[in-house]
């Protein structure tokens, strides 16, 4: 079964933002530069198509917000 990837702009990442291509994941460091996971700096044309990240990102502040696992056990009340 074929994956579907979405593709877009490399103008479109926000700047800090990460993205693949060419099967290398980059983060973009400024309006038309970014490194890739061994710091190698390389410049991209704003109209780029880039893929999205591979790896998904954890936001830290969902994670907190939401309740303890419960693990069956009855929390002491008092």
Sequence with gaps: MMKLQFQFQF??????????????????LALSMASDEDR???IFLAQTEVGPDPIPRIDPIALSARPPASNGNPQPTG
């Design 11 to 28: 103008q479109e990442i926000p700047i800090g933002g990460h993205f693949e291509f060419r099967g290398r994941r980059y983060k973009k």
């Design 40 to 42: 190698n700096g390389t």
